[in-house]
């Protein structure tokens, strides 16, 4: 059974402008119809453009699992926000009465409350990249239904570059939170 890519149209194009320009559907995934018995849920996309000149198609198998609360975990990367340390300053700076202990903990506790509905409000590392593949996407499928021009390469071309750049910032985070070296 073939999964039907629920976007995009194409997964391979010849890179021309005008009447020499060639677009196909050419990669796909295909799956036994057993294999839909196992109660997931299989989506088929096709991305916006890489280096090549075949568009990569990602599978996505969901199947719903609830695995409890997320544990809190410091992030360096916050510290780099430009308002992080007057935040941390504005929550510890309040008085606590108790032993020396109760009042740590206690700061603690308000920091980490504060840091979650904090951390809420910045832009997460995937947002950028999401908004560059969104934009290079929306631009891919507009050179699907239309002529392909000079120009709409170029602005190809920019629009790979900006997803480029936002992949590298997410690659960077990912890297922080694994605690690479």
């Known amino acids: ?10 997964t391979w194009s010849n890179k021309r402008t005008g009447p020499r320009h060639i677009a196909a559907r050419l990669d796909r995934f295909l799956v036994q119809d057993s294999f839909l018995l196992l109660g997931l849920n299989l989506t088929s996309k096709i991305l916006p453009f890489g280096g090549s000149d075949h568009k990569p ?3 996505e198998m969901e199947m719903n699992k609830n695995l409890g609360p997320i544990p809190f975990r410091f992030n360096p990367m916050w510290a780099t926000q430009p308002d992080f340390q007057k935040m941390v300053a504005d ?8 032993s020396s202990f109760y009042v740590w903990e206690e700061k603690l506790r308000r920091l980490k409350k504060k840091l979650r509905s ?9 947002d950028n990249k999401i908004q560059a593949g969104l934009a290079l996407e929306i631009h891919q499928a507009g050179m699907e239904e239309n002529e392909v021009t000079s120009i709409d390469i170029q602005a190809e071309i920019r629009l790979h570059s900006n997803l480029h750049d936002a992949c590298r910032q997410e690659a960077e985070w990912w890297r922080t939170k694994a605690r690479c070296k």
Do not use: A, F, R
């Open 1 to 10: 059974m073939d999964i039907k890519p629920s976007t995009g149209k194409y």
């Open 57 to 59: 198609i990602i599978l």
């Open 91 to 98: 929550t510890w700076s309040p008085p606590v009465n108790g």
């Open 118 to 126: 904090w951390v809420k409000l910045l832009p997460s590392p995937n």
